[in-house]
Structure formats: C-alpha cells, structure tokens
C-alpha cells in the first residue's frame, strides 16, 4: 500500500484533533484531542521515515510516546486538582480572568 | 525505498554491540547543561530523603550552586574562544556551541538565578505558626478552602518542589536555543514546558485563580507543541533529516547527492511551507506574539508572582533564541516568504499590545500586555535578516530579561491584607508609602518604556536600527508609534505612584462601589445533612 495514504490518515486525524481541541468543553476530552494529535504526527512521523528509508522519524516518535507520557502525568494532576476545587471540569467555567 | 531495504536497516541496527560505534558526547561542551540537569535530579532526591525542615535550604544551596557553576562553565567556554572564532556542534550534532547559543544560556542562567531568589523569598509573607513561608502553596494537592489545606498551612509545610522543577526548566531553556535538530528542539521544549505549567499552580494565594492559569498554560501549551511537532514532521517528510544544516541544504537546493528515493517527497514545498509555518507558529506561541497571545495575559496574572517574573523573563530568551536559529539557519531559503508574515506578526504584536494594555487595570495585566508588545519589537529586530538583528536581538533580550524579572520582584513588595496587591487602585500614593519600592518600579518602567539612559532605551534603539538597514523602515515607524502609546500607561503607573493620594486603608470610600469578593473565596457546597464534617476539637 502506498505510505502516502498515511499522510493523508495522519493530517487527518491531526485536524479532527484540532477540531475538537477548538469546541469540545470538558478538559479531559479536550487533553484526549491533543493526545490525538502527537498520535496523527507520530503517524506522519513513521509513514515519512517508511518514504525515506531511514530510522530518524521512527526514533522521533519514540521521543513523542514518553512526552506525551509525560505530559498525561502533568496535564491529569492540573486538570484534576481543579477538578477537586471546581467539581467541574469544563474549561468554560474557569474563568475567573477575564478582561 | 523497497520494504526489504527499511527492513535491512533494522537487521543492522540488531547488529552485535561492537559493531555499533559509541556516540561521541563533548561533556566540556554540554556541561553548563548537564550542571542543572544533575542539580535537578540531585533536587528530587532531596525531597525524597531529606527530612521536610532541612530541605529548603538544602535545595536551595544545590539549586544556588548549579546555577553558578553553571554560568561558569558558560563563561568558561566563552572565554575558550567558542563565542567568537570558533564554534562546535556536540552531541553528534544535537547542541550547537556558538556565540549566540552561549550568550543566551548566560543570559538564561543568571535570570534563573534572580529567579530563584524570588523563589526562595520567605520574608513578606507573615509567619504561619512559626514557620516562614514563600509564595508557593503549602500543599497543592490539598484543595483550596478545605480542612487539609489548614493543616498542612497550620504545620508549616512549603511545597520545596519549587526549586527542581525551576531547574528542570532552566536545563530546557539551555538547550532550547542551541537545538541543532528538530528533535532536541521539540524535546527541549517540553522539558521546560512541563515544569512552568505545574508551577504555575502553585501559589499560596487565589489559588483558584492559579489552577486556573495552569490549566489553561497547559491546554494551549500543549496544542501549540502538537503543531511544532506536525511541523516537524512535514520538515522531516520534506528533507530526509532532522539536522538543521540538512534541511537548511535542502532549501537551498544544495545537497550534494539526492537520493533518488526522495524525489516524490524532496522539494515538494507544501511540505516545507506548511512544516515551517507550524514550528514558528509554536514557536510564536511561546513567545507571546498575537495572535497565539490569548494565553499570557491570564497565565501572568494567575501564576505566582515569581514564577511569572521567571517564566515572562528567560521563556522569552530560549524562544527567541530558537526562533532566530530557525529562521537564520534552516530556514535563511526561504527568506522572502517567511518576512512578509512576521511583518504582518510584528505589526499587530507591538500595537495590539500595547493598545489593549492602556486598559488593563490589574498591575500583572498590565505587565503581560507590556510583554506582548515588547515581543513585537524584538520580532522587529529578527525580521532584519542581517547579522547586526542577531546582535540586537540578542542585546534587547539580555537587558529586557532583567528588568523584567526586576519589576515581577517589585510586584510581590506592593501587599495588603489579603496578600499581593495586584489591582492598580492599590498602588496609588505607593510613592509616599514606600518611597524606594516607588522609585525602584518607576526605573524599571521607564526602561520598558525605553526612555534614554535606560537599557531598554539602547535595545529598542538597536532592534529598530536592525530593522531599519535590513529594509523593514515602515515596521519601525509602527515601532516608534507603539512605542509611544506603551510609554503612556507606563507613565500613567508612574503617576499614579507618585502623585495621587494614597487610599486610606480600612475604610470604604462612599464615592466608590466597594470591591467585589475575591472570587477564590467561593464557598464549597454545604455538605448534605446527616453527613456533617468532624466535631470541633
């Protein structure tokens, strides 16, 4: 199969990320968005080290997996500490700055 | 590329351990790095095994020594001429060592250092039962208003947490300039991203507000550093490698043997258009350029107050320091395509900010539109594409950092009875109450404001002049302008310092609505009859 289609898949998944990062509310489903999308680049990721026949890319979306690893343990502590003060993880209700 | 062509180089990667050659690691070169790296890990062993009274000294003697030792080897290598005449690429090619890298790491360093003593501040806010604390909360997993929170405030608990994570964020910063790959460049991102978003959740005070901040840091951090990394991967997708001086061949149309496997995906330039659109928009977004500015007004406002003065101050030094090595040495190619965007970028930064700042009435407000603007004249200074914009960019970085850091510092002085004293109202006759934290801000405000005698006076004057040879003329009347309107609230907080009357505290003017609540004192929700909390001891 041609990796090309993978591109396509990967840009893809990358502006349904976006999308929901844009209109969904809840913090959580808005953090899985974005896990959505470093998952579409390590696609493209592959699917362009496939096209070239060398190892950088894949070695890249190792590098991707532990951040985004990482970013899980910051981003659930940030998210569920306001949770706990808030009971309520939507991002439209924090908002105690505005203009 | 065949299948069985990818799959020989696996064969080769399993190859037995002699046959694989060690990577070569200048340690001299990386050590300033490799300094807070270490001095971090040695921090979160300190919280593991010291007992809670020593550790505040403990980590701030490590965190203190790491950052000293740290310029020093900075200056060290300096001294050794990699400033200058000569300039090295460690890590198998990962790190750049040049001038630029080094002057920034200085610059970083030491605004981590002054930092760091408004970290370790434990003197303005009063003794909690016999304990000094610092700005940070007591516990942060306790939730605000609860009955954890009074204990762990009641014993005295300060979150020492603070101090590796500052330096997990400097090591990031460090290497964030001198990435020589899109890797080491997205990977340094992240490590002083992370910590900056968890410190900004930590203050001891209006912590509602902070976890706010952090929360919002975080979503849109992370949304912008997952288009750098879709960048990165359309530049891969693009050149074939990661390295810089690849790609930047490649532009060029200058590499020496093409591949004849790449010719379906080498030199299609929707991919290295869109690829470099995403990573300097990542880019931007650190920095705080407007229109990925949304975040900073409410970040600086929420975080704890050291913490903004640290993050607005040597955040700003890595992404421009990365921003310039990307635009001047990947992509120098495409020149004419990238100027007329960061024209476009520059223009609105330096006006937006500094428009929407004339209303602002919060002091940190205030100063996050401050810092947008200033964004925006340093984006004056890298459009010059010329080597005299490096060094200007550079020299506005090195004095901006400082006084940024300066007026935070100050911020935290101004209190009343609930804490910091944020709102503008509060400062008001400041002049006559403190007649040195006055003057002190004033001087800093005058330098934001670049009037002459003051460091920001000589770096607007160098980006401008940048601008101006390297072509971009009209971007600097813009410059001029907006710097203008930014010297009116800067002047309008000078005068407000000195030469209005001061409130009297304690009594309600009946002229004026009395303050709203501060929000962070909602209630929690009355615990449902039958399940009453613990009897009073």
Partial sequence: ?99 | MSASAVHSLWTTAADPISKIGAPKIEYGQLSPTLIVVGAAVVGVLIEAVVPRKARYYAQLFVSVVALVAAFAAVVALAAGGYATTKSGIAAMGAIAVDGPALFLQGTILLAGLVGLFTFAERRLDPAAHGNRVDSFAAQAASVPGSDGEKAAVKAGFTTTEVFPLLLFAVAGMLIFPAANDLLTLFIALEVFSLPLYLMCALARRKRLMSQEAAVKYFLLGAFASAFTLFGIALLYGYAGSVSYATIAQVVDGTVPDVNPALADTMGNDALLLIGAAMIVMGLLFKVGAVPFHMWTPDVYQGAPTPVTGFMAAATKVAAFGALLRILYVVLPGLRWDWRPVMWGVAIVTMLGGAIVAITQTDIKRLLAYSSIAHAGFILAGVIAATPSGVSSVLFYLGAYSFVTIGAFAVVTLVRDAGGEATHLSKWAGLGRRSPLVAAVFAVFLLAFAGIPLTSGFAGKFAVFKAAAEGGAGPLVVVGVVSSAIAAFFYIRVIVLMFFSEPKPEGTTNPRSPPPPPPPQKRRRPAPPPGKAGPPPL
């Fill in chain 1, 1 to 99: 199969m041609n990796p090309v289609n993978y591109l396509y898949l990967a840009a893809l998944l990358f502006t349904i990320g976006a999308t929901g990062v844009l209109i969904r509310r809840n913090a959580i489903v808005v953090f899985m968005c974005i896990e959505l999308m470093l998952n579409a680049c390590n696609l493209a990721l592959v699917a362009f080290s496939r096209m070239h026949g060398n190892l950088d890319g894949q070695i890249i979306a190792f590098f991707t997996m532990v951040v985004a690893a990482a970013e899980v343990v910051v981003g659930l502590a940030i998210i569920v500490s306001l949770f706990r003060s808030r009971h309520s993880a939507s991002v439209d209700d924090a908002s105690l700055m505005k203009l």
